[in-house]
């Protein structure tokens, strides 16, 4: 069995050693901005934002995080479901200099209260939901969070003062305490957009994103993961959709983004990776399994990247089969293991696989992918994306390596892994290798 035993599995044109170019994550909009300014970037509720609109909206938002004392090394936190403000507030972050923190809406207060803490966050942007503002302005007097800046669901919809009417009537609002601790999105962006642009130097150094796992042995820990990082991974995705055929073409996608952005995953397949190929992004601000069916549907939706849970309630529903979703044409799953009778059901009522694939927040979360055209195996998460190794340590002796074929650890090592947890250098240390592999912790085995 050769080192590399899986590239003989990739498909026609795909190559491990392909060039996987870096760049500061900021770029990616800005160089999709320039080549399609016209075309949509974002729909939401209907209303959309075209490349051009979008950069502008970004740089403005950069510009206010700038005039907040924003700048290197300092960091803002994201408290938000899938809505403009997100990619608005991501973007403009990272070009005012600073690091983007992802909170989940999901987190109970001590975790939330951890991270704020622990990854030394002073601005956190947010909506003025009830699910969500509350939360957040409690910490305000008891951690060192300094301000808020709070926008609201009805500015970037295409009606904004019914949407805002029925979401007061249904009670989803909070009310805002506008003071010097709180700032609306709207007079973030209330400026000229001429921000002061500061060189990012070292790809690999430079950390644009503060990612906190999930915590399931101990508080939550921040993967730093680099502007190398996470532009890396977008390359590493396009070497396998670039292939022969194609299976996504530049300037020609639209991808359904429910899944949530906070979530790695979503951050970079759904919006870096849709930003890159001048997708337009429909989002979704939660998963809605009728929504989502009359969206794939309706707006003829072609790149769909979900969890397993999402295809079997498409599946399940009991309309589905009133609508064309034939315009779905790459489907990924990730984030648990795809049962078989579920890929299979789907691939029946649309024509389209789902294609597994299994990464980290560690990892950007480039590991595995399956490929849309040849072999698919049952039952496996796919073969190592282009540029990175895999090696299996030993279970019982994790300073030893069993062959490829055995059970083992599995351990990668790549452009995409971390540059380490953040103020955390024993963790960092005790999930490397002496040579360099990041230790995953999931247990598996590689065959011919």
């Not at 016209?38 to 979008?54: H, I, N, Q, V, W």
């Not at 994103?209 to 890396?232: C, D, E, I, W």
């Not at 991808?255 to 190929?277: K, S, W």
Request: negative net charge; aromatic residues 8%.
């Amino acid at each position: 069995m050769t080192a590399f035993p899986w590239i003989k599995s990739y498909p026609a044109g795909v190559h491990w050693d392909a060039e996987l170019p870096t760049m500061p994550v900021q770029q990616i909009l800005d160089e999709t901005a320039a080549k399609w300014p016209d075309k949509p970037a974002l729909d939401f509720m209907g209303k959309k934002t075209s490349y051009r609109e979008l950069q502008e909206q970004v740089n403005r938002a950069a510009k206010g995080f700038q005039q907040l004392g924003v700048k290197p090394g300092m960091h803002v936190g994201l408290f938000l479901p899938n809505t403009p403000h997100y990619v608005i507030s991501f973007f403009g972050v990272l070009k005012a200099g600073g690091t983007v923190v992802n909170y989940s809406p999901m987190d109970a207060d001590k975790v939330l209260e951890h991270k704020i803490e622990d990854s030394e966050t002073d601005i956190i942007v947010t909506l003025d939901l009830g699910v969500l503002y509350p939360q957040m302005d409690k910490l305000l007097g008891c951690t060192r969070l300094k301000k808020l800046v709070v926008g609201n669901l009805a500015e970037m919809s295409p009606h904004p003062d019914a949407l805002r009417a029925h979401l007061q009537q249904a009670g989803q609002l909070s009310t805002v305490e506008w003071d010097a601790k709180h700032l609306s999105f709207s007079q973030l962006l209330d400026n000229d957009g001429r921000y002061e642009s500061f060189p990012i130097g070292d790809l690999t150094e430079s950390i644009a994103v503060l990612q906190y796992t999930g915590g399931t042995t101990g508080v939550p820990k921040g993967a730093m993961l680099t502007h190398a990082n996470l532009s890396a991974a977008c390359s590493q995705i396009m070497t396998t959709v670039n292939g022969e055929p194609k299976v996504l073409e530049e300037g020609q996608e639209r991808v359904l983004a429910v899944l949530p952005l906070f979530h790695i995953y979503a951050l970079t397949v759904n919006m870096l990776v849709g930003i890159r190929i001048a997708a337009e992004l429909i989002l979704h601000t939660r998963f809605d399994v009728e929504a989502v069916i009359k969206d794939l549907a309706a707006k003829k939706v072609t790149f769909f990247p979900g969890v397993p849970t999402m295809y079997a309630a498409i599946i399940n529903y009991p309309d589905v089969g009133k609508y064309d979703l034939s315009s779905l044409k790459f489907c990924g799953s990730g984030g648990a293991p795809l049962p078989v009778e579920v890929n299979q059901a789907f691939q029946h009522r649309t024509g389209c696989s789902l294609l597994e694939g299994w990464g980290m927040t560690e990892t950007s979360p480039t590991g595995t992918f399956t490929p849309a055209y040849g072999k698919q195996k049952v039952g496996s998460c796919g073969i190592p994306i282009t540029g990175i190794s895999f090696k299996f340590a030993s279970v019982d002796d994790p300073s030893q390596f069993v062959a490829l074929g055995e059970r083992g650890e599995l351990c990668i090592k790549g452009p995409n892994v971390m540059k380490g947890y953040w103020n955390k250098p024993e963790a960092t240390a005790a999930s490397m290798t002496d040579d360099g592999y990041f230790r995953t912790g999931d247990v598996g085995y590689m065959d011919e």
